[in-house]
């Protein structure tokens, strides 16, 4: 009903960038709130950064003025620009937006994961 495909990710050296991209497609009236998480190995998946449809932001500190969301709505697709690297950013990142789907008469609120992409910062 609603696919998620991010790219973007990668090996990186500390101090370097990446920009994560992750486009929406399928069935869906709206997008409400698009996300960035991301999990790294024996540690629980936590929030990096949101976006909603109105544009306010949210960032996890450990990001804050090295991370930028932004979303291009017209494209369906969010992006997360990630400057100054460190090798603790290294992890999974899983794309999640908040999509509404036609349901019967009305909508539904679903959410929806993307795959996860690789994301390597090491020397």
């Known amino acids: 009903q609603v696919q998620l495909v991010e790219s973007g990710g990668g090996l990186v050296q500390p101090g370097g960038s990446l920009r994560l991209s992750c486009v929406v497609s399928g069935s869906f009236w709206r997008i409400n709130t698009m996300g960035w998480y991301r999990q790294a190995p024996g540690k629980q998946r936590e929030a990096v950064a949101d976006?909603?449809?109105?544009?306010?932001?949210n960032y996890i500190d450990s990001v804050k003025g090295r991370f930028t969301i932004s979303r291009d709505n017209a494209k369906n697709t969010v992006f997360l620009q990630m400057n100054s690297l460190k090798p603790e950013d290294t992890a999974d990142y899983y794309c999640?937006?908040?999509?509404?789907?036609?349901?019967?008469?009305?909508?539904?609120?679903?959410?929806?994961w993307g795959q996860g992409t690789l994301v390597t910062v090491s020397s």
């Open positions: 976006i909603t449809s109105g544009g306010s932001i």
């Open positions: 999640k937006v908040e999509a509404l789907v036609a349901s019967g008469l009305t909508y539904r609120a679903l959410e929806v």
